[in-house]
């Protein structure tokens, strides 16, 4: 650094909603995002008086949002230095060209570097069409692969591959959203063409969900503006699109209805720009998150640059206790390896516990695995998700398993058996306590729903703890089944009602509160417990509000008591 460089100090685990709020981010402007880049840790605009970062371990986790390294580059920053980023921010910022620095490491990755020094993904995609530069393949000896490395080293042309080196992987689906999917198709056609073309429009799914009614808390054009553009894109383009199904209820939350339509099976390979794409994991595909230039070269090349990471075993054994579900037992192993813990590594589900657990909660367990840190959530297709994915895809598909020997950068083994439920405190998902160590912990709001927490069987949990409740005064309880065909499910076996007699409010299907974008968000000093992924500082309200994370059943209880509790009575 020069002796003349304004450098900020930041401490671990500074994350994309810290970076730049999703309330900010219903555009891409460079000039409207600068001016709220780290709001909320330093005040709006002060970033403007930096120009490098220094910061420690997992600096950028959280999402996806590209908008986040946009702003800071915007703000003036001109180098970020931490002890380690987080996987997807670091693609990204490689990819718009903003220089990272991971502090007492000197990593050497020739593809990396060349992206660099093309100037970012774009200009070197373009070198790629133009016949300047070729991909070498992989120069790994033969050697036993573990699940994802036989994933990615069949989607990118070579017999095998190791953790670290860089490949380009075919992409088999890819997803994009309304709070997305506007700035990928502005990006892909100012840089390929404004005439360019997917590169395979039955590859490329958009669906609306999570801007689509913020409008009910705060009138925001430009959401309604980037949804028509994705709306546009999609109809130009003839791709896969499920649009809101009346205004403001979509037809489902995008990382439940992929699966529910029959889209995702095992063996693919699949690239999300929402950070919970790892979800897909859950049905033996590698599937993971990436930003909006990513996005917009999969649409003109097909492929994606990806570090082959390494695999952590979860080994989960033991028989489950009543009530507890897989909610309880990612916090559980949040709080055991913290939010850094599986960072740039995928984790991999395996043991006993497993069949114990209905298809959607094992969604859960890959969908949280962002949460530590993971590019991936990964889970070895069984005669359970055969069943799934034949009852809603007709689509033949080819399961891969490791080989024997292959190697593993550790193995958790975890005996469930006297698991109790788990509450993770603000501000992190990672700040875990069993239930039994919360204190009083009064609410006035809670919320079950979310890619995380609003699938059948959560919403099962709910009406069981709310049959012949109610709730607690002056607490309000939002559900939000997170698909349509869920709602209809839910209708028929009797959970509205439930719901309604209870005195909650079911509200239209969509992300809404767990992106800040509907109604069940906190309010200024609220205290809240939510069924969603992610508690960060204003993530889901207010910045001065409190979100408690827990599973849809203990959020119910809670409602009904007043207080955070795993006790009906």
């Known amino acids: 650094m020069s002796h003349t460089d304004k450098v900020l100090h930041l401490g671990d685990d500074i994350n994309t909603d810290d970076i730049i709020p999703a309330n900010r981010a219903t555009t891409d402007d460079p000039d409207h995002l600068k001016k709220y880049a780290l709001e909320h840790i330093i005040g709006a605009g002060e970033l403007l008086k930096y120009n490098v970062i220094a910061a420690k371990e997992n600096f950028g986790c959280g999402s996806s949002r590209e908008v986040a390294p946009i702003a800071l580059k915007a703000a003036g920053i001109e180098k970020i230095q931490a002890q380690s980023f987080a996987e997807i921010f670091y693609r990204n910022s490689i990819n718009i060209g903003l220089p990272l620095e991971i502090l007492g490491k000197q990593e050497q990755n020739p593809v990396v570097d060349a992206i660099a020094a093309a100037g970012g993904l774009i200009p070197?995609?373009?070198?790629?069409?133009?016949?300047?530069?070729?991909?070498?393949?992989?120069?790994?000896?033969?050697?036993?692969?573990?699940?994802?490395e036989k994933l990615l080293a069949k989607a990118s042309g070579n017999d095998y591959v190791q953790p670290g080196e860089v490949v380009f992987a075919r992409v088999d689906l890819a997803l994009s959203h309304d709070a997305?999917?506007?700035?990928?198709?502005?990006t892909f056609y100012k840089h390929y063409g404004?005439?360019?073309?997917?590169?395979?429009?039955q590859k490329v799914v958009l669906v609306a969900d999570h801007f689509i009614q913020v409008n009910d808390i705060r009138s925001d054009n430009k959401a309604n503006l980037m949804y028509q553009?994705?709306?546009?894109?999609?109809?130009?383009?003839?791709?896969?699109?499920?649009?809101?199904?009346?205004?403001?209820?979509?037809?489902?939350?995008?990382h439940v209805l992929l699966p529910e339509k029959g889209f995702v099976r095992p063996g693919m390979v699949i690239a999300g720009t929402d950070s919970h794409t790892c979800t897909y994991g859950a049905?033996?595909?590698?599937?993971?998150?990436?930003?909006?230039?990513?996005?917009?070269?999969?649409?003109?090349?097909?492929?994606?640059?990806?570090?082959?990471?390494?695999?952590?075993?979860?080994?989960?054994s033991g028989t489950l206790p009543p009530h507890i579900s897989a909610k309880d037992i990612i916090l559980f192993i949040l709080g055991e390896i913290g939010c850094a813990g599986a960072s740039s590594?995928?984790?991999?589900?395996?043991?006993?516990?497993?069949?114990?657990?209905?298809?959607?909660?094992?969604?859960?367990?890959?969908?949280?695995?962002?949460e530590c840190g993971a590019i991936c959530g990964l889970i070895v297709p069984d005669q359970t998700t055969r069943n799934y994915v034949r009852n809603r895809s007709a689509q033949e598909f080819v399961e891969v398993i490791a080989d024997k020997n292959a190697e593993y950068e550790e193995v958790y083994q975890f005996d469930l058996s006297n698991l109790e439920p788990q509450v993770a405190r603000p501000p992190k998902p990672d700040r875990v306590v069993p239930i039994s160590q919360l204190e009083d912990i009064p609410i006035t709001k809670a919320f079950i729903g979310s890619c995380t927490g609003g699938k059948l069987y959560d919403l099962a949990q709910a009406a069981e703890v709310l049959q012949d409740s109610r709730l607690a005064d002056g607490?309000?309880?939002?559900?939000?089944?997170?698909?349509?065909?869920?709602?209809?499910?839910?209708?028929?076996?009797?959970?509205l009602e439930i719901f309604n007699q209870a005195g909650a409010q079911v509200l239209k299907s969509g992300c809404g509160a767990c992106i800040n974008s509907g109604l069940g968000v906190l309010d200024k000093e609220e205290t809240g417990v939510y069924a969603t992924n992610r508690n960060f500082k204003g993530r889901s309200g207010n910045p001065t509000g409190k979100n408690y994370l827990a599973s849809p059943r203990t959020v119910a209880i809670s409602a009904v008591r007043g207080k955070i509790s795993h006790l009906l009575n």
Do not use: H
């Open 124 to 148: 070197f995609n373009q070198m790629r069409r133009q016949g300047k530069i070729t991909i070498p393949p992989s120069v790994t000896p033969q050697r036993p692969m573990t699940l994802v």
């Open 180 to 186: 997305v999917a506007a700035p990928v198709a502005k």
């Open 194 to 201: 404004e005439k360019a073309k997917l590169w395979d429009a």
């Open 229 to 254: 553009q994705m709306i546009d894109f999609a109809q130009e383009q003839g791709c896969n699109l499920f649009d809101v199904v009346s205004p403001g209820e979509a037809a489902g939350i995008c």
């Open 283 to 316: 049905l033996g595909a590698f599937s993971t998150g990436v930003g909006t230039t990513d996005m917009a070269n999969i649409y003109a090349m097909g492929d994606m640059w990806i570090r082959v990471p390494p695999t952590l075993v979860f080994e989960l």
């Open 345 to 370: 590594k995928v984790m991999e589900f395996r043991g006993e516990i497993l069949t114990q657990l209905p298809f959607d909660e094992r969604l859960t367990l890959a969908n949280m695995a962002i």
């Open 475 to 495: 607490v309000s309880l939002f559900i939000v089944p997170a698909s349509m065909e869920i709602r209809e499910k839910a209708e028929e076996l009797g959970y």
